[in-house]
């Protein structure tokens, strides 16, 4: 059923006078996803403007534009402590957390490009892998987005390795920030074979160099919001603290960017980004956040609830999934949690409904211009041990009789370290967490229930060995691949 | 004038029947560079082996073929602290530093195969550069140096990203070591432009991923000696250390990797080899040895100097050329010395003599399986200012006339720092410094007084400037390209 979306954020059926009317105004939208023609949208204008102050001024003038279209649809006023209607580029803005993103942004009245290439679609083909959750195409969730919400997302097919392309994309949108999920995400994905770990380096450090330079060349007031990720950090034996950390040595002090040990070609690539961006910061003074990310999970957002054709993807394999993903599906059909080796890795967690609403907070309060930010985006801690223990608690409500087994560990790390990370800044700026203890059932193991139907078990098992990553193609071990 | 080489290290001329005979026996070795096949050698037989055991024995048995030739030419008795006939594959060998290293090794009774796709030569090509020293082609350096000491270097021309390539050279010549210089060394080159930042990245982690790649893959136990360089560390406010620095925060101490904060998209490269390299030990166990070198001077070893044919490269251009090359220069043709900025940038440095040395020392001390070991490779630190005082004081003796000038930097860099950086394992193992104040004449001034007909004062600008690289081609403003 269609819905609207209200200034409280929460989502309500439309009258059907107003899903009519939301339709015909929408056509003109969802007709154009491609490179060749931008689409005119329905509550911004696009004035000829660069720089922040311009782009501030031209959301000024969109709001005539808007209060035309008031009366059918409401705009979502703006959550955030500034002003709305901001351009924001979401670069992957078809995979898990940008989607979700991009969905939360368009609700709150900013003006949303999404750029990807899909990849991410192709990796699952590829391997024999899908998402338990049925997910549309790119260009069908943002048709039903616009009949839903009256809010048009502007979908560009483009490869941001392809500067020409990219640089294309960016001069006709004219973000005033750029948030930056388009990066291949999996660590096991990294490590099926060389060909995959040079993707993985090429991929992200490449793309992410075009994206630097493209601000540079083109609004160098525009903000960078790049997704990281807390396994840049590695365990180390000491507290981690966001980005940086201050040194006593020898007499004298400095504060110096946190050392770095990712634990894969996908975490290092990460690694690199964060070295490149804040030479970029400091060479051309771009402004630039660094989100080092935990692991992410949950399937709702506000909006992906809105419609099925709506909804986020949910990866439980061996490649995608994460260990959470992984016990709740498991709980889910009775089979037994498996628990990589000892099973004391322990990492930063938060749930997607988080990560959308840090990603606002960081546009929202932008870097400044030289500034190299770096928050740590994660709510809470836990050991895999620690997870295995939720979703055994909280199946037992629900009567699955959950049981845990502990299987070798296919991958190369601690599996018992000390582990405390600082996350604070965010919720500086206003986060307000959801825990994982008191959210599992709706977050995640209620769509597990739901689609357990669509679990293929094959895609559960370690599917990758950090041990043995060769030249030879990963892929027939890979997943299902190797059936 | 061919020359040999005697067990001391110095070269005196061949007596004439030597001569002959040396290049009879050299002439199967010097028609075969290309991939398709590989000589066969002089001195060393090529039994079946792998892992480093195993070659040490081959070792062994190639004695008896290096006895016959020995009545010619006397085989250099290896000065190290291991046994000799070490199996070294120098990617990038027909470089500034690569080939000294060849010629620095083979001389000294290891086995040589030098891979490099010739592309240095090819930068100055596209680039209007050119050498101040007229350097031989790479096929006629290796033949010459087999006329000369009877010692057979293998040439092959392979691009290491191509790992197909690549691969086959490894397994065919079973290297004990791979010592990587074969990576885009210029800071300058890598901000011309988009494509050349993209191209050095690219190039230089992709290519290094290869190479751990082939040794994990085809002898796990080859010591790789990478080049790094002390440009990772940045300009902390703090003691830079050897790799790593022992952290006490919060009342927890860790020892960890040193932060790195490289200053082009060169340097950067070169961080993300380190952070890649530091995993691959982890993960899969390889010894690996990251030499973070210091800024090289000087032409001359005991074996480039043999014959004219065998000269090493002298780059005083704005892009390839260093602060020192380029006051060495302008001393000799008169011309001011021209400091970038305030002239407080300070700097390691060491004379490629020592280079070589320190490259042979970390292939006789290997470093164990799964240790990543770094050394800080250098001997002396000094400020652009010092540098240009000791040019001046030295060419004052030569009546040079010398004159100093500041120019605007065309790099973002701290131009007056605190700078003090450990440099203390390689002389624990051995080595003994040359020192820069006492050798400029004969490292660098001599060289640049019997060349400079050859110098062309347009190379020696600022080049390329950090703040402006663009997606645009940058060529047209670098070097003699902009005339």
């Keep these: 059923m269609a819905t609207q979306i209200l200034a409280s954020g929460a989502l309500q059926p439309l009258q ?37 102050q311009q782009a501030c001024r ?12 008031s009366t059918e649809i409401p705009t979502i006023p703006h959550n955030g402590t500034s002003s709305s209607n901001r351009r924001v580029m979401i670069i992957g803005g078809d995979g898990y957390c940008g989607w ?24 699952d083909i590829q391997l024999g892998l899908d998402t338990l959750t049925p997910i549309a195409t790119a260009q069908k969730r943002v048709q039903k987005w616009g009949e839903i919400s009256g809010k048009h997302i502007e979908l560009e ?3 941001i390795c392809d500067y020409e392309a990219f640089g294309e994309v960016f001069r006709s949108f004219k ?13 096991p994905y990294s490590m099926i074979d060389r060909a995959r770990a040079v993707y993985t380096q090429h991929n992200n450090v490449i793309g992410n160099i075009n994206v630097m330079f493209a601000i540079k060349e083109f609004n160098p007031d525009c ?32 504060t110096l960017p946190y ?15 964060s070295h490149n961006i804040h030479f970029a910061t400091k060479a051309w003074k771009l402004a630039a956040t660094d989100l080092n990310q935990g692991i992410v999970y949950g399937v709702k957002t506000e909006e992906t609830v809105a419609d099925p054709v709506l909804i986020n993807r949910f990866d439980y394999d061996g490649i995608f999934g994460t260990a959470l993903n992984r016990f709740v599906i498991q709980a889910a059909v009775g089979h037994p949690l498996t628990v990589y080796g000892k099973g004391g890795q322990t990492r930063g967690f938060l749930d997607i409904r988080d990560t959308v609403r840090c990603v606002q907070l960081a546009i929202d309060t932008p870097a400044d211009r030289g500034e190299f930010r770096v928050f740590n985006q994660f709510t809470e801690q836990f050991s895999v041990n620690d997870i295995a223990k939720i979703v055994n608690r909280e199946g037992d409500k629900l009567g699955l009789n959950v049981q845990v087994s502990s299987v070798p560990n296919p991958r190369v790390e601690a599996e018992e370290h000390y582990y405390n990370a600082k996350h604070s800044k965010l919720e500086e700026l206003g986060l307000q967490p959801h825990l994982l203890g008191e ?28 041990r043995t990553t060769s030249s030879a193609s990963g892929t027939k071990t890979a997943a299902v691949a190797r059936h």
């Design 58 to 69: 031209s959301a000024g003038r969109s709001t005539a534009t808007s209060a035309v279209l």
């Design 16 to 52: 059907k006078s107003q899903h009519l009317e939301v339709k015909r105004q929408t056509s003109r939208a969802v007709l154009n996803y491609g490179r060749s023609s931008l689409p005119s949208r329905l509550f911004q204008a696009k004035p000829a403007h660069s720089g922040r």
């Design 259 to 273: 050392p770095k040990q990712g634990n894969s070609f996908y975490h290092l690539s990460k690694v690199h980004d």
């Design 175 to 187: 973000p005033d920030a750029v948030v930056h999920f388009g990066e291949q995400r999996s660590a």
């Design 157 to 159: 097919i483009c490869d």
């Design 439 to 466: 959210n599992l059932m709706e977050s995640l193991l209620g769509f597990a229930l739901e689609y357990k139907d669509r679990v293929d078990l094959n895609l559960i098992k370690p599917a990758v060995d950090w």
């Design 100 to 123: 979700a993103t991009a969905l939360h942004l368009s609700a709150r009245g900013y003006a949303v490009c999404i750029v990807d290439n899909l990849v991410r679609r192709t990796y």
């Design 223 to 254: 903000h960078l919001v790049k997704l990281g990720t807390m396994g840049e950090y590695g365990t180390p034996n000491i507290d981690i603290e966001e980005g940086f950390i201050t040194i006593t040595h020898n007499g004298r002090t400095d």
